[in-house]
């Protein structure tokens, strides 16, 4: 796709929309629970020091993920 990149390519205050996720079946049900959906509005909030964990708002919530993951998790 054009245009995508993974959330972890965010710069901090940056916005995209969410798109898709190729993380396992349960871990995308886990972050759909907390408002990770696509279409979703996200903003990256903030790294941590070491770079891990990313922290970004979504849905008025801020949630801190691993580096690892938020580089499944894909915005346009």
């Known amino acids: 796709m054009n245009g995508t990149k993974s959330i972890s390519q965010l710069h901090p205050g940056e916005s995209a929309t969410l798109g898709g996720m190729s993380l396992p079946v349960v871990a ?3 972050l759909q629970e907390m408002g990770l959906l696509p279409g979703e509005p996200v903003r990256l909030v903030r790294r941590a020091p070491l770079g891990c964990p990313i922290e970004f708002e979504v849905c008025g ?14 915005v346009q």
């Open 28 to 30: 995308q049900e886990r």
């Open 61 to 74: 919530a801020r949630l801190a993920i691993r580096g690892r993951d938020a580089a499944q998790i894909f």
